[in-house]
């Protein structure tokens, strides 16, 4: 009665029609699955009732915002990495030749050994944060970090590991000589779930490791460090990491004997000059001055950029 009378409407006003078409055939899908009954025995009916849930539910998916994950709080300073089993990628010889490998282990025996550790989380092999900031970073400073006393640097994203063995072999990981980084594939995301540092990225990216640093002495966790979402890698880089693991005030020192040897070179550069000049610039002194601004130049370099004297006299 309502659809009838609504086109009853429709026709007596012309001018409208454009305007409610829209509505009324809306109106009209409306009415027939509001009042038409569907035995529920027609399987045919079924199905395109579900393949049309399953349409629309694809459709809106698109456009889903990012889910909270029901895991606990990131994991606290003083807590021991767990044992969750990951699978970390190494090399063997087979054939005089130099394969990739994929080992289960926990993560625990990764990081849990005597000293200094580092496992650093990425949200994705091949995503462009990782790939060309956040891993390269971590592969030049790792002998830098070695220095700081760090024993293993380890890499884990929610990748698989064939996805992970090519990120590595791209990265030029696997070479034959000694990894400079261990990379580990937690394809379930369970490691990073665990640690309470996963998130849902959003549609088409799904579940991801959260983009961290973990900081390990002896198995247990000292420091984190975090950057939110996929892109900003400022926190977590290998730069900032290093400014956190040099001991507070080694930086103030090593920047002091710098200037330290650059006066000190300073002034013997001055005396030499001076020795060179008040005897007349004979070429007996020039033996002598000409060698010593040569081997007092690299320290005043060191820390000085503008040295006119040692330019005029140490070349």
Not at 259 to 281: H, I, Q, R
Request: aromatic share 6%; with cysteine; hydrophobic share 45%.
């Amino acid at each position: 009665h309502v659809l009838r009378r609504s086109y009853l409407f429709f026709y007596t006003n012309t001018t409208m029609n454009l305007a409610l078409l829209p509505f009324f055939v809306l109106l009209s899908v409306a009415s027939i699955h509001a009042f038409v009954v569907v035995p529920s025995t027609s399987t045919k009916v079924a199905q395109c009732s579900a393949g049309s849930s399953t349409a629309l539910n694809g459709i809106l998916g698109r456009f889903r915002r990012k889910e909270e994950l029901q895991i606990g709080k990131p994991i606290a300073l003083g807590g021991p990495i767990p044992a969750i089993d990951v699978e970390m990628l190494t090399t063997s010889a087979e054939n005089d030749e130099i394969v990739a490998i994929t080992i289960p282990i926990e993560a625990s025996e990764v990081l849990g050994g005597e000293g200094k550790s580092v496992l650093v989380g990425m949200p994705g092999a091949f995503t462009p944060t990782c790939s060309k900031e956040h891993l390269p970073g971590f592969i030049d400073a790792s002998s830098q970090l070695r220095k700081l006393g760090v024993n293993t640097i380890a890499v884990v994203t929610t990748n698989d590991k064939f996805v992970n063995e090519e990120w590595a072999k791209n990265a030029g990981l696997l070479g034959g000589r000694e990894q400079a980084i261990t990379v580990l594939a937690d394809g379930d995301a369970e490691l990073v779930k665990t640690l309470g540092l996963a998130e849902d990225m959003g549609f088409g990216v799904g579940v991801r490791s959260k983009r961290f640093v973990l900081v390990c002495e002896n198995g247990v966790v000292t420091n984190l460090l975090m950057d939110e979402g996929m892109d900003s890698c400022e926190l977590t880089s290998a730069e900032n990491l290093i400014k956190v693991l040099t001991p507070s005030g080694q930086e103030v020192a090593e920047e002091m004997d710098q200037k330290t040897m650059a006066l000190m070179g300073g002034g013997v550069a001055l005396v030499l000059v001076a020795m060179f000049f008040m005897s007349g610039g004979d070429d007996h002194t020039a033996t002598v001055v000409a060698p010593a601004m040569k081997v007092i130049a690299p320290a005043v370099k060191a820390g000085s950029k503008d040295f006119t004297l040692l330019k005029q006299f140490g070349s």
